[in-house]
């Protein structure tokens, strides 16, 4: 089964910072996260939570489609799946 994950489109968020002159740090205060949440967004080390989703799609006024990509990924085995296939 594979499972669908929410990454933001790095290309798109950084255009938006360059056009509307904001800086990384005033995205953060504006999020109400931290300067390194916000560089772990744009390097899609984390799925950012439902609610960090609402608030840049209000802040930046861009629809989902254009600033976050959803993607499909293996779901991860259960331990005792694992365990049955490696005793089989």
């Given at each position: ?7 933001i ?20 205060r ?8 916000v ?50």
């Amino acid at each position: 089964m594979k499972v669908p994950t929410v990454t933001i489109r790095k290309e798109i968020l950084e255009a938006w910072l360059r056009v509307s002159g904001c800086s990384k740090a005033k995205l953060a205060r504006q999020l109400g996260v931290t300067k390194g949440r916000v560089s772990q967004l744009l390097h899609n080390d984390t799925e950012p939570s439902a609610h960090l989703i609402a608030k840049l799609l209000v802040l930046t006024d861009l629809p989902f489609e254009r600033l976050f990509e959803v993607r499909r990924i293996p779901a991860a085995r259960p331990a005792r799946a694992r365990m049955e296939a490696a005793a089989a």
